[in-house]
Protein backbone atom coordinates (compact mmCIF):
# COMPACT_ATOMS: atom_id res chain seq x y z
CA UNK A 1 0.00 0.00 0.00
CA UNK A 2 1.56 3.41 -0.71
CA UNK A 3 2.76 4.68 2.81
CA UNK A 4 3.54 8.30 4.33
CA UNK A 5 5.47 7.93 7.41
CA UNK A 6 6.59 9.92 10.13
CA UNK A 7 8.37 8.98 13.39
CA UNK A 8 5.40 8.18 15.79
CA UNK A 9 8.01 8.87 19.18
CA UNK A 10 7.29 11.56 20.58
CA UNK A 11 10.63 14.30 19.88
CA UNK A 12 11.67 15.64 23.60
CA UNK A 13 14.32 18.09 22.90
CA UNK A 14 15.64 21.10 24.76
CA UNK A 15 14.97 24.65 24.54
CA UNK A 16 17.65 26.29 21.60
CA UNK A 17 18.24 23.17 20.27
CA UNK A 18 17.24 22.16 16.77
CA UNK A 19 14.85 19.33 16.20
CA UNK A 20 14.56 17.18 12.65
CA UNK A 21 11.71 15.05 12.19
CA UNK A 22 11.71 12.46 9.27
CA UNK A 23 8.39 12.02 6.49
CA UNK A 24 9.70 8.72 4.33
CA UNK A 25 7.28 7.46 1.64
CA UNK A 26 6.91 4.86 -0.23
CA UNK A 27 5.55 4.44 -4.12
CA UNK A 28 5.49 7.51 -5.73
CA UNK A 29 7.30 10.86 -5.87
CA UNK A 30 5.00 13.25 -5.31
CA UNK A 31 4.82 16.41 -7.34
CA UNK A 32 5.97 18.65 -3.76
CA UNK A 33 5.18 17.68 0.06
CA UNK A 34 4.01 19.88 2.64
CA UNK A 35 4.29 19.92 6.62
CA UNK A 36 1.75 21.29 9.10
CA UNK A 37 1.92 22.17 12.85
CA UNK A 38 -1.20 20.94 14.57
CA UNK A 39 -2.34 22.02 18.58
CA UNK A 40 -4.30 19.56 20.50
CA UNK A 41 -8.09 20.18 19.63
CA UNK A 42 -7.52 22.42 16.65
CA UNK A 43 -7.00 21.98 13.06
CA UNK A 44 -3.49 21.51 11.28
CA UNK A 45 -2.19 24.95 10.38
CA UNK A 46 0.25 25.11 6.93
CA UNK A 47 3.89 25.78 7.60
CA UNK A 48 5.77 24.72 4.43
CA UNK A 49 5.60 23.39 1.06
CA UNK A 50 8.84 21.62 -0.98
CA UNK A 51 8.36 20.87 -4.32
CA UNK A 52 9.63 17.73 -6.46
CA UNK A 53 12.71 20.21 -7.65
CA UNK A 54 13.79 22.21 -4.72
CA UNK A 55 16.20 20.46 -2.21
CA UNK A 56 15.34 23.00 0.65
CA UNK A 57 13.23 25.60 1.88
CA UNK A 58 13.18 28.12 4.44
CA UNK A 59 10.82 30.10 6.60
CA UNK A 60 12.30 32.01 9.71
CA UNK A 61 13.81 29.38 11.90
CA UNK A 62 12.28 26.49 9.98
CA UNK A 63 14.02 24.48 7.14
CA UNK A 64 12.63 21.54 5.03
CA UNK A 65 14.35 19.23 2.73
CA UNK A 66 13.21 17.10 -0.33
CA UNK A 67 15.43 14.26 -1.00
CA UNK A 68 13.64 12.22 -4.11
CA UNK A 69 16.22 9.76 -4.13
CA UNK A 70 15.81 8.26 -0.91
CA UNK A 71 11.82 8.93 -0.60
CA UNK A 72 12.41 11.29 2.81
CA UNK A 73 11.49 14.50 3.87
CA UNK A 74 13.27 16.29 6.68
CA UNK A 75 11.71 19.17 8.82
CA UNK A 76 14.05 21.07 11.35
CA UNK A 77 12.86 24.00 13.97
CA UNK A 78 16.51 25.56 14.68
CA UNK A 79 16.72 27.13 18.12
CA UNK A 80 13.80 25.41 19.60
CA UNK A 81 11.35 27.11 21.76
CA UNK A 82 8.86 25.90 24.27
CA UNK A 83 5.95 27.20 22.49
CA UNK A 84 7.36 25.05 19.29
CA UNK A 85 5.55 22.09 21.15
CA UNK A 86 3.13 21.06 19.35
CA UNK A 87 2.40 17.77 16.75
CA UNK A 88 4.10 18.09 12.99
CA UNK A 89 2.35 16.52 10.51
CA UNK A 90 3.87 15.43 6.96
CA UNK A 91 1.43 15.63 3.43
CA UNK A 92 1.63 14.55 0.07
CA UNK A 93 -0.70 14.96 -2.96
CA UNK A 94 -0.67 12.56 -6.22
CA UNK A 95 -0.63 14.13 -9.36
CA UNK A 96 -2.10 17.56 -10.16
CA UNK A 97 -5.85 16.74 -10.06
CA UNK A 98 -6.17 15.34 -6.94
CA UNK A 99 -7.26 18.68 -6.24
CA UNK A 100 -7.73 18.65 -2.27
CA UNK A 101 -6.47 15.39 -1.59
CA UNK A 102 -4.03 14.96 0.36
CA UNK A 103 -2.39 12.18 2.46
CA UNK A 104 -0.95 12.60 5.68
CA UNK A 105 1.27 11.01 7.98
CA UNK A 106 0.78 9.97 11.72
CA UNK A 107 2.45 12.84 12.87
CA UNK A 108 5.40 13.68 15.14
CA UNK A 109 4.57 14.99 18.53
CA UNK A 110 7.53 17.56 19.41
CA UNK A 111 7.85 18.42 23.01
CA UNK A 112 10.77 21.41 23.68
CA UNK A 113 11.16 21.83 27.66
CA UNK A 114 12.87 25.25 28.97
CA UNK B 1 -10.47 38.13 6.64
CA UNK B 2 -12.62 34.96 9.10
CA UNK B 3 -10.88 31.83 9.43
CA UNK B 4 -12.46 28.34 8.04
CA UNK B 5 -15.49 27.89 10.34
CA UNK B 6 -16.62 24.61 11.48
CA UNK B 7 -20.50 24.03 13.17
CA UNK B 8 -20.90 22.79 15.83
CA UNK B 9 -17.72 22.40 17.70
CA UNK B 10 -18.87 19.27 19.88
CA UNK B 11 -21.70 16.87 18.96
CA UNK B 12 -22.65 13.88 20.95
CA UNK B 13 -24.92 11.46 19.37
CA UNK B 14 -26.23 7.57 19.49
CA UNK B 15 -25.80 4.98 17.18
CA UNK B 16 -27.94 4.26 14.37
CA UNK B 17 -28.82 8.49 14.23
CA UNK B 18 -27.40 10.40 11.88
CA UNK B 19 -25.24 13.83 11.89
CA UNK B 20 -24.98 16.97 9.99
CA UNK B 21 -21.82 19.06 10.24
CA UNK B 22 -21.25 22.56 8.15
CA UNK B 23 -18.45 24.20 7.27
CA UNK B 24 -17.68 27.91 5.98
CA UNK B 25 -14.68 28.71 3.71
CA UNK B 26 -12.67 31.21 3.96
CA UNK B 27 -13.93 34.27 1.91
CA UNK B 28 -13.25 33.99 -1.99
CA UNK B 29 -12.17 30.09 -1.53
CA UNK B 30 -14.13 27.57 -3.37
CA UNK B 31 -12.49 24.55 -2.90
CA UNK B 32 -13.49 22.62 0.29
CA UNK B 33 -12.17 19.33 1.07
CA UNK B 34 -13.02 17.32 4.45
CA UNK B 35 -10.91 14.98 6.63
CA UNK B 36 -11.62 12.45 9.48
CA UNK B 37 -9.18 12.69 12.14
CA UNK B 38 -8.67 9.40 14.37
CA UNK B 39 -6.15 8.39 16.86
CA UNK B 40 -5.48 5.13 15.61
CA UNK B 41 -5.99 6.04 11.57
CA UNK B 42 -4.76 9.62 11.65
CA UNK B 43 -5.97 12.23 9.21
CA UNK B 44 -8.00 10.43 6.39
CA UNK B 45 -9.57 12.30 3.37
CA UNK B 46 -13.25 12.17 2.99
CA UNK B 47 -14.15 14.34 -0.47
CA UNK B 48 -13.47 17.80 -1.77
CA UNK B 49 -15.79 19.97 -3.73
CA UNK B 50 -15.11 22.44 -6.08
CA UNK B 51 -17.89 25.15 -7.45
CA UNK B 52 -20.74 22.02 -6.04
CA UNK B 53 -18.79 19.54 -7.79
CA UNK B 54 -17.63 16.50 -6.02
CA UNK B 55 -13.94 15.99 -7.52
CA UNK B 56 -12.56 13.43 -4.95
CA UNK B 57 -13.36 11.10 -3.01
CA UNK B 58 -11.92 9.01 -0.07
CA UNK B 59 -12.19 5.19 1.03
CA UNK B 60 -15.34 5.82 3.22
CA UNK B 61 -18.68 3.79 2.93
CA UNK B 62 -21.50 5.01 1.49
CA UNK B 63 -22.64 6.37 4.86
CA UNK B 64 -20.68 9.44 4.46
CA UNK B 65 -21.98 12.16 2.07
CA UNK B 66 -21.49 15.93 1.53
CA UNK B 67 -22.01 18.85 -0.82
CA UNK B 68 -21.55 22.34 -1.43
CA UNK B 69 -23.48 25.28 -1.78
CA UNK B 70 -23.26 28.29 -4.58
CA UNK B 71 -21.54 29.99 -1.94
CA UNK B 72 -18.95 27.23 -1.41
CA UNK B 73 -19.96 26.78 2.35
CA UNK B 74 -19.99 22.87 2.73
CA UNK B 75 -21.70 20.23 5.09
CA UNK B 76 -21.26 16.69 4.98
CA UNK B 77 -23.87 14.19 6.72
CA UNK B 78 -23.03 10.95 8.18
CA UNK B 79 -26.47 8.34 8.64
CA UNK B 80 -26.52 5.32 10.75
CA UNK B 81 -23.59 6.21 13.06
CA UNK B 82 -21.69 3.86 14.28
CA UNK B 83 -19.44 3.96 17.50
CA UNK B 84 -16.45 4.16 14.93
CA UNK B 85 -17.30 7.12 13.49
CA UNK B 86 -16.26 8.77 16.57
CA UNK B 87 -13.26 11.29 15.35
CA UNK B 88 -12.68 15.08 14.93
CA UNK B 89 -13.80 15.76 11.65
CA UNK B 90 -11.89 18.29 9.94
CA UNK B 91 -12.55 20.89 6.83
CA UNK B 92 -10.47 22.62 4.70
CA UNK B 93 -10.60 25.07 2.31
CA UNK B 94 -8.18 26.40 -0.73
CA UNK B 95 -8.46 29.33 -2.85
CA UNK B 96 -8.02 27.33 -6.07
CA UNK B 97 -9.09 23.34 -7.12
CA UNK B 98 -5.24 22.29 -5.62
CA UNK B 99 -3.72 20.87 -2.69
CA UNK B 100 -1.61 23.13 -1.88
CA UNK B 101 -1.44 25.07 1.29
CA UNK B 102 -5.00 23.68 3.09
CA UNK B 103 -6.80 26.22 5.50
CA UNK B 104 -8.12 24.18 8.09
CA UNK B 105 -11.15 24.87 10.60
CA UNK B 106 -10.57 23.35 14.43
CA UNK B 107 -13.26 20.88 13.40
CA UNK B 108 -16.43 19.09 14.59
CA UNK B 109 -15.46 16.77 17.94
CA UNK B 110 -18.15 14.08 17.24
CA UNK B 111 -18.96 10.89 19.46
CA UNK B 112 -21.25 7.93 19.38
CA UNK B 113 -22.23 6.96 22.04
Known amino acids: SQKIEQNSEALNIQEGKTATLTCNYT??????LQWYRQDPGRGPVFLLL?????KEKRKERLKVTFDTTLKQSLFHITASQPADSATYLC?????????????FGAGTQVVVTP | KAGVTQTPRYLIKTRGQQVTLSCSPI?????VSWYQQTPGQGLQFLFE???????NKGNFPGRFSGRQFSNSRSEMNVSTLELGDSALYLC????????????FGSGTQLSVL
Open chain 2, 92 to 103: ASSSEPTNEKLF
Open chain 1, 27 to 32: NYSPAY
Open chain 1, 50 to 54: IRENE
Open chain 1, 91 to 103: ARGATTDSWGKLQ
Open chain 2, 27 to 31: SGHRS
Open chain 2, 49 to 55: YFSETQR
